[in-house]
């Protein structure tokens, strides 16, 4: 996801600024962790940008590399304009109407050499509706005149309409986020390599390697079938729990005792049935032969 987040940055980063510069839209079910990824890019994009060419720019601008915009339920052409202005802290976002606030962002955009802009929370926009007409065309001028790269954020985009129109379709690059799958070995891998990172990250007296990884890795695959915004919150509070019990370690009598989301207990009868029965396992098959 960095490597295609990065290609689409750099390859419009010496665009004219009279060229539309590109967008992409990451598209994934909640919780599966796009505002955490599209953060971690947007530090790595100031830090690095920071780290190469200064604090400052060659006229002696604060260089700001990234400009964050969350949307919210009511959020139209004026009060996006007026949150970039926000993000900016300029003195002029009092008062103004809809185009002067657009074009004093562009300014601090220009002058502080700005090359993201990052949009997200975007399914609460209803492209369907006139105040969303109005914000894709706005998001289309911004492509034209700032010197940006636009990465929305968002779930069930393309059913709210983001690519109804022609001209945003053609220019919006779609990337997708999944939940690990433990359909195949390489999936399989892949959610012990995370468990095992995870597992160290824990701060637990009695924690062991392979806690997760060998020992709970069923557990949390049927707790949270590979999403990584609930297996994070079951984590956290077996966590919570293993220190205030004294256990200082995760097992899995004390992991069920921890509740979770909706969404997740739903599915975890189903999925127990299928990790006891066998017809699935979370861990790759080397690691099963061993024992
Ligand atoms: N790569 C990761 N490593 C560790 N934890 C993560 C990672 N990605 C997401 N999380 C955790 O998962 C939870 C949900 O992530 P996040 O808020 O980024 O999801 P989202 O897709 O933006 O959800 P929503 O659609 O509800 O906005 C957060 O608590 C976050 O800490
Ligand atoms: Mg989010």
């Not at 909640?30 to 530090?43: E, Q, S, V």
């Not at 891998?189 to 990172?197: P, S």
Request: hydrophobic share 40%; charged share 25%; aromatic share 8%.
């Amino acid at each position: 996801m960095f490597s295609d987040l990065t290609e689409v940055l750099e390859a419009g980063l010496d665009q004219p600024n009279w060229q539309a510069k590109s967008m992409a839209a990451l598209d994934a079910f909640p919780g599966l962790g796009k505002t955490t990824i599209g953060l971690a890019f947007a530090k790595h994009v100031h830090n690095s940008l920071i780290r190469q060419y200064g604090r400052f720019t060659d006229s002696g601008h604060e260089r700001w590399p990234v400009i964050r915009v969350g949307m919210m339920g009511d959020t139209g052409v004026k009060d996006f304009n007026w949150a970039m202005l926000e993000f900016f802290a300029h003195s002029g976002r009092k008062t103004g109407t809809a185009s002067t606030f657009l074009s004093r962002a562009l300014d601090c955009a220009l002058s502080c050499e700005s090359r993201l802009l990052l949009v997200d929370d975007l399914q609460f926009l209803q492209f369907r509706s006139a105040q969303g007409t109005k914000l894709s065309n706005q998001f289309k001028s911004i492509a034209n005149e700032f010197p940006v790269m636009i990465l929305f954020i968002g779930h069930e985009l393309q059913t709210k309409g983001l690519y109804d129109d022609p001209q945003l379709a053609y220019r919006i690059t779609p990337l997708e986020l999944k939940a690990f799958t433990i359909d195949d070995e390489a999936g399989r891998e892949q959610w012990r390599n995370f468990l095992l990172a995870l597992e160290q990250r824990l701060v637990l007296a009695r924690k062991y390697p392979g806690m997760l990884a060998d020992d709970l890795s069923d557990h949390l695959y049927a707790r949270c079938h590979g999403h990584i915004g609930s297996l994070m919150t079951l984590v956290r509070r077996g966590c919570q729990r293993a220190f205030r019990t004294g256990e200082e370690r995760l097992t899995v009598a004390l992991m069920s005792q921890v509740k979770l989301d909706r969404a997740a207990e739903q599915r975890r009868a189903e999925w127990e049935a299928r990790l006891a029965s066998g017809a699935n396992s979370s861990r790759p098959a080397r690691r099963r032969k061993r024992e």
